[in-house]
């Protein structure tokens, strides 16, 4: 089968790879903004050749979209209205009411699949495409009835090679779910990244002492701005939501410090604990 | 040498396995209060025998304290007052301030030597401990001019041995930066957990979804309360200086979102990016 990949950045580029190596895409269409990246995908071996979208959209039986999130929206009806009868699209952004609302009135709604593979890394562009991503986590679908069986079927085959656990809901839970166990934690790293260099004057002694705890809390902070403004400003409300609990749970660190209320600060730290009967289960 | 670890746990351990692995420790004597982990540690091979804190600091030559350090403070008077002209003991507690206060009007000051090895997991008991933990990591000692010389230099064997960056500084310092580099990313992850557990309902879906990204920013969350909470006591001041500062960069967030700025949400996060300046270099 021919995919065309509409950015071949680091999940459309690892979609790519694992997709030619499993033979599921037969010949990988890169369309991407950047020539640089284009060049980058092909050298690689992410891509066999690069097109212009509507050369990708034409001759391709899949078109994943896998660029930000308000891009993706924007592009979806271009892509659509360009459709023949036995094409698919989907799309892999981490915000789905926005490009699901843009895609409510076109004629081919049903050739649409929107889905959020839960995968990813700090890192951005092709250079950044791993082998073998995805392995084991939850490819979300959403909407699913608003597809044509063959159209999610497709899809469904895509996640299988990818070898994902497929996870289905509409499109306003996955959001708030998606604001709670990735938006947040991208905010709380570039913030704790800011603090870190407002505040300690001597860089060079977060060289010299940063351990692993503190790696591991700020990775994310290294995480691509035109990825992330677009998933904040579309899922502005559930993101203000859960930002708002955390810094009501950060304030109660802070009271118990003031007020040196060490039983309390134990509590605090024992429920937070709790985490580990949820990621552990 | 005869070395006495008193706290057979995660680090205490973790020393253990590469002291006698490198042939520096001949026999490891382990102290605990916990039964439970002294028969673990010696069935994992981290220690030779267990004694009371009395027999193992007469039969060793160097004595680690690796316990919480609200009881290492408590526990060095009774150590040092019982120390022979040439036995060392060091500490490798996460604050400096209070144990060197602690050991500042003891007769016996000179035999010991403050440490912080810059290394954790989340873990804890005889069962986190790891072989070849800390390689690569820095290793602080301060107030050295407090410590005689030959005690200095076994204690920075014991470094050498775990292929430590042995780094200097006084106990004042060492702990402000610890509050930046490590402390706070331990409140954000407990205070991220508490949000998520406090807002996220469905828990199945927090286990479905949880990517990559939230288990690296939450994992500190696991961590032990009773290591935590002595800590962000002894280093309540610089701790919530920068909370302080971690909360104001959150509304930052918080207000761009609110106001629709998306232009200072932007350049917010790339001045986040350039942690990527200070961790990569």
């Known amino acids: 089968m021919v995919v065309a990949i509409v950015g071949t950045g680091l999940i459309g580029g690892s979609m790519a790879l694992t997709l030619k190596e499993k033979g599921f895409a037969e010949r990988v269409i890169g369309v991407d903004s950047s ?7 092909r050298e690689l071996g992410i891509i066999d050749e690069g097109a212009s979208l509507e050369a990708g959209v ?44 843009a895609a409510r009135k076109l004629p081919n709604r049903a050739r649409f699949v929107a889905t ?12 950044a495409a791993e082998h073998h991503a995805f392995a084991g986590r939850a490819a979300v679908i959403c ?69 692993g705890g503190f790696e591991s809390t700020v990775r994310l902070a290294k995480s691509n701005p035109s990825m992330w403004v677009p998933i904040f400003r579309e899922n502005r409300e559930n993101v203000l939501d859960v930002l708002n609990e955390h810094i009501t749970q950060l304030r109660k660190f802070k009271s118990c410090l003031e007020k040196e209320n060490y039983t309390y600060l134990k509590e605090l730290i024992e429920q937070a604990g709790e985490i580990r009967r949820v990621l552990n289960k």
């Open 116 to 127: 959020h593979p839960m995968w990813g890394t700090e890192f951005s562009g092709p250079q």
């Open 35 to 41: 020539l640089v990246h284009l060049q980058k995908a």
């Open 143 to 211: 909407d699913r009835e608003d597809s044509a069986p063959d159209a999610l079927a497709l899809v469904e085959q895509v996640y299988d090679n990818l070898e994902m656990r497929k996870v289905y809901m509409d499109a306003a839970s996955h959001d708030m779910h998606a604001a709670y166990v990735s938006h947040i934690s991208h905010i709380t790293s570039f913030a704790l990244a800011n603090t870190v260099l407002e505040k300690e004057k001597e860089e060079d002694a977060i060289f010299t002492l940063a351990s």
């Open 58 to 101: 034409d001759a391709a039986k899949l078109i994943i979209l896998a660029i930000p999130v308000d891009a993706g929206a924007g592009l979806l009806p271009q892509v659509l209205t360009r459709l023949k009868p036995d094409q698919v699209v989907m799309d892999v952004g981490s915000t789905k009411e926005g490009i699901i609302a």
